[in-house]
């Protein structure tokens, strides 16, 4: 393989490779969002699913859901609960997210707004494991006659990934509750609205260079009334209106009856959880287009405006100064700092000749009134000839600057595809991989394990891929892998780069590959060819090489998606030194449909070892392996 570290052929954008993240498979409530009580406010269109109640030791009592809406409040309901008579007790048991997973020596912070007027009502918690011990208790304070939210920390004494959270009443007299709900008292930096750690962690641990959100078709809305509305998810969480998700039942192979957005993740969340982990947001709006696998509606022309609209205010509340209207919120919500939003995306993965008329009415005013942010338009879905074309041929016409690309395809697609932007038009538009995977056939995976699908082999194509995308970084801009999350319990799609449980989480050798790319990016790709060529395939070897003028390191990514080992030897040229002891990264397995699961989580994974160079830099590459060669620079 020849490189030559004096010849550079592209650069390679701080947002190379980045994570796309959407409410699917219960990736935030019930996931990321470390909330652990489901419906906790009634809004549910069933007010008390989620919810059982049972009354112990002769309490007679009633409950009854009232809705108090007032014009312009979006949580309408509480629950008023009349304990009638009797020694025992009435309680509200929370069955979850599947399950309430809770930590043994682990504290969890309850909360729940009540009021009474009679100072005989007591309101006590417990966490019930599956087999009816109780593994957490605490009680609330005297309760006021006016609303207070109560708080209150315990220890757990026992794991389980499946307690219930019961909420018990007694005494004699009325009370009313709303907004009852659990986190862990470690969340992802310890926020009181938090996240969850390990979730977040193995996020942070990818190095994104921009995370994606929210979605996703969920942007769009079944239709336009459920759409995605930033403007609905931002401020106090009892104020954030409940939506159903694009996921529920009915469109899903799974069925999710209980798939809501309670939004407790919302932008603002977002926005900090990128700042976080140094990642650019991208956010995507919806561009006056419901999910057209659903329906399709789309939003007259001449009533586009409040969509755009909303574009503009969301540039505000990113990036404005604290005197402008939505930079004010942002302040006044804790953020007194601009977000620094550079990249806005219009639309998910909508077509037509209804998108591009859309597209073009926002690109207009967005253009004029904030030329420095990048907008990315939408390709539709997976390239599939025609459609795909003409598309991507009006939206260079309009001179759109970064075109969102997805593809959910098979192996061999991936492979063949590795040449891709090899000859792409290379004026103007650039791409982004906005959302792609390997999607593995059914017959050529046994289906033990939700996570079977994403194997080793669905990796290496990927890499492979991914090694054409580095090598044409001067078009292919950005690239995330999709989905990111998925519930072992509650999925509808997949593959997804990292599965959980209640309680475990575990990266999948996609995210690996994933996590490979992103550390090991470099700044420059350097001229890597095999007899002349770009080694895309040949002898079953995919290669690229930047180099990171930073860190003072040349990279190398060797994919070798034989059975077999291959040995390559490297030729460098150029007037760069090398040191003598070289980082080497591999991820391999014998077996082509090897993956990781929450049962056994570290079957695949990089190893990283140190090596000394040689004079002859020749590798042996073991058989269905990702290889990363870090050569820092003398
Ligand atoms: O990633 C899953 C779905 O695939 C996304 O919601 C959508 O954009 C695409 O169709």
Redesign the pocket.
Known sequence: IDIDTNKPIAHVSKEMWGI?F?D?NFAADGGLYAELVKNRSFEFPMPLMGWKQLKTGGKQASLLIVNHQKAGSSHARHAAIDLIEGPGSFVLSNEGFRGIGLEKDKQYRFSIAACSFSDSVKIRIEAEDPKNEIVGSAKIDKLTSDWQTYTVIFKCKETTAKARLNVIFEGKGKVEVDMISLFPRETWKNRENGLRADLAQKLADLHPGFMRFP?????EGRELLNRYQWKKTIGPTDGRELLLN??NVEFAKRSAPDYYQSFGLGFFEYFQFCEDIGASPLPILNCGMACQ?NSAEVVSLDQLDPYIQDALDLIDFANGPQTSKWGALRAQLGHPKPFNLRLLGIG??QWGEQYIERFKLFAAVLKSKYPEVKLISSAG?SPNGTMFDLLNKKLREEKAELIDE?Y?RDPEWFLKNVNRYDTYERKDSKVFA??Y?VHIPDNMQKDTHAESHNTIWSALCEAAFMTGLERNADVVQMASY??LLASIEAWQ?RPDLIWFDNLHSVATPNYYVQQMFAVNKGDVVLSTLSKGKPLAGQDSIYATSSIDTVKGNIIVKLINTSLNARTVNLNLSGSNQLKDMITWIELSDKDKSAFNSLDNPQAVKPEMKTIKLGKRKTFELKGLSANVLVLPLS
């Open positions: 796309f959407e699917i979605g996703g078709c969920i942007v694009r996921w696998y998910n993965e879905p997805h959910y906005g959302e995977a999709a989905p799609w």
